[in-house]
């Protein structure tokens, strides 16, 4: 027998790299069901509302679905986006699997990138965000998932001023176990006005920009 034990490290890889393979193509799959919304290479829509979701990172991308699931994200009455969302997500993804695998594909896809920039003042917005917002997000807006924040670069704004108005207008991260949405509710609460925000967004806008 001793002299087996050292395949076992062979066959222990053998049988991860199959089931990661079949994991993949599940994967794959599940994803099939998000395209009309969020676009083929993941890319997002505007016009839908849905947002770019490729590369972003895999454990926020399974807690937003999650949270859509258990309606701790998108059951607020004023959340119209959040409702379609909810709605595609418990027809497709019946089970923590299906949410994993989905998940998974989604944090492997090449991350897209918004071309248009927007109006606003950089200058503001490069000094508030850095101030306000980069401790979490990342100086280039790239995420930091050691702090559970997600990459805003490549975001389209629409989509990133809705999601900042609903978390300070107790839309989105009031739940008690939505503890990384709580955090950023109170973050949103810091930034003075809809000035700011317009500078704040452009400012992530510019980081999205192929350079
Ligand atoms: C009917 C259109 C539609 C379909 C189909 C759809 N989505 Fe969405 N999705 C949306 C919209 C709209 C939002 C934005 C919700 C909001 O504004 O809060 C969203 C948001 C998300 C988010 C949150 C992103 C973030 O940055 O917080 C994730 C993750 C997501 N969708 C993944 C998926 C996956 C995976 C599928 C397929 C299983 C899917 N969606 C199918 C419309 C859709
Ligand atoms: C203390 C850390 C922290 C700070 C500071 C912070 N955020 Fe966040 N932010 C988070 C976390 C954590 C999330 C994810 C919440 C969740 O899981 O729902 C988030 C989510 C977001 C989202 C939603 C992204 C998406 O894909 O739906 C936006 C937009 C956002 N933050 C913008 C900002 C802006 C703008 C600032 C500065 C004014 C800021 N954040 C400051 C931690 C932070």
Not at 8 to 33: E, H, I, N, Y
Not at 95 to 107: E, I, P, S
Not at 192 to 207: C, M, S
């Amino acid at each position: 027998m001793m002299g087996f034990r050292w395949l076992q490290p062979l066959f222990g890889c053998a049988l991860l790299l199959s089931s990661g393979t079949v994991w993949a193509a599940d994967g794959k799959a599940r994803f099939t069901p998000c395209v009309a919304c969020h676009g083929s290479q993941g890319e997002g829509n505007t016009a839908l509302g849905a947002p770019a979701i490729a590369g972003q990172d895999a454990a926020y991308v399974q807690r937003q679905l999650q949270h859509f699931r258990a309606g701790r994200r998108g059951a607020h009455q004023s959340d119209t986006f959040g409702a379609q969302m909810r709605a595609a997500g418990a027809t497709t993804l019946k089970d923590d699997a299906a949410v994993t695998a989905v998940a998974a594909y989604v944090a492997a896809l090449p991350k897209t990138q918004r071309a248009a920039p927007v109006k606003g003042d950089l200058r503001n917005g490069n000094n508030l965000y850095h101030g306000k917002c980069g401790a979490c997000h990342g100086g280039h807006a790239e995420g930091n998932p050691a702090l559970n924040a997600p990459r805003l670069a490549g975001l389209d704004a629409v989509y990133i001023r809705r999601q900042f108005s609903h978390f300070r207008d107790g839309v989105r991260g009031t739940d008690p176990k939505d503890v990384p949405g709580r955090q950023m509710a109170m973050m949103a609460r810091t930034l003075p006005t809809e000035r700011d925000l317009d500078d704040v967004i452009a400012f992530i806008h510019q980081q999205g920009r192929p350079q």
